[in-house]
């Protein structure tokens, strides 16, 4: 049986999984990094005893392994070349080397990784035109065009949450005035809530509650939310737009008011609206993506 790792790098955990060729999983395993404070050997060291524990559970080491992380992926594919702001250490790595591989270890920015999740594994399965979001404490973003992951010229494509909605708004870690993530990621909320809310979770459950302020911060957020998306309907023509990450398990609280406000914005010929669904993968997108780069052929 050909099975592939795939490994998702964050600053608190890291989490890998092992899967057979047609996306099965076959383990999952996840480590934490350190309370946020890893450093490059904390990374390579939980991903390489992910990588022994697999091969001692599967009978066998993995044929391949793919990396996902934030940041800008290198253009040979092999680091993290660029992370603004965050993870000091984590660019640079050379994953093919740290891991001891002969094949090369692909490495992916983990919002693009989790859109090769959804595509194989999830809910964007077998479709060709995608717009995935992943919305949490800031605002992550990949495209599918024509079956092809856009990466552009230096792999900034895709970066959704630095689309600015606002010219006279708080830059975001790009410099970005008024972009999506400063207006829906959860790295503004307490800015956006007067202090009050520094979780989404605790931010619905007071909307959830009748909660006035809080309901009219969520739906600012929303509203903000459904104009970014707008603009990548007009920009990409997706068959499909995938939410992702956490603030998604807003569930209905989000999706719902999302629908209502695209209904008045949305640019619709013949009638034609873009599904907007919630991701199928949760969590492992990212990591499934990764490992089914590396089972890509080269």
């Not at 934490?32 to 991903?47: C, F, K, Q, V, Y």
């Not at 094949?103 to 995935?132: F, I, Y």
């Not at 979770?201 to 707008?230: I, K, N, P, Y």
């Not at 969590?283 to 590396?294: D, F, Y």
Request: with cysteine; aromatic share 4%.
């Amino acid at each position: 049986m050909t099975w592939a790792a795939g490994i998702d790098v964050g600053g608190t955990r890291i989490k890998a999984v092992a899967a057979a060729s047609n996306g099965t999983v076959l383990r999952r395993v996840t480590h934490p990094t350190a309370d946020g404070a890893a450093t490059a050997a904390d990374w390579t060291r939980l991903a390489r005893e992910a990588l022994e524990g697999f091969a001692r559970e599967l009978g066998r080491p993995a044929d391949s392994v793919g990396v996902c992380a934030p940041g800008l992926a290198a253009r040979d594919g092999r680091s993290i070349a660029h992370l603004p702001g965050k993870l000091a250490g984590l660019a640079g790595i050379d994953w093919t080397t740290a891991l001891d591989r002969r094949e090369t270890v692909p490495v992916l920015n983990d919002a693009h990784a989790a859109l090769l999740g959804e595509v194989w594994a999830g809910s964007a399965r077998g479709r060709n035109d995608v717009v995935m979001l992943t919305l949490g404490t800031g605002v992550g973003g990949a495209v599918l065009a024509g079956g092809r992951l856009l990466r552009g010229a230096i792999g900034r494509a895709g970066h959704i949450g630095h689309l600015s909605l606002d010219p006279e708004g708080t830059p975001s870690i790009t410099g970005m005035p008024g972009a999506l993530e400063t207006l829906v990621g959860e790295c503004t909320l307490a800015a956006r809530s007067g202090g009050r809310f520094t979780s989404t979770a605790d931010l619905v459950a007071a909307h959830r509650a009748g909660d006035a302020h809080a309901t009219r911060v969520w739906r600012e957020s929303v509203r903000a939310l459904a104009f970014g998306l707008g603009s990548c309907i007009n920009l990409f023509d997706p068959e499909l737009v995938v939410i992702g990450g956490g603030i998604a398990r807003a569930g209905e609280d989000l999706f719902l008011p999302l629908a209502s406000e695209l209904a008045r914005i949305e640019w619709r010929p013949g009638g034609h609206s873009v599904p907007i669904v919630p991701a199928d993968l949760g969590e492992w997108a990212g990591a499934l993506g990764a490992a089914a780069q590396a089972l890509r052929p080269a």
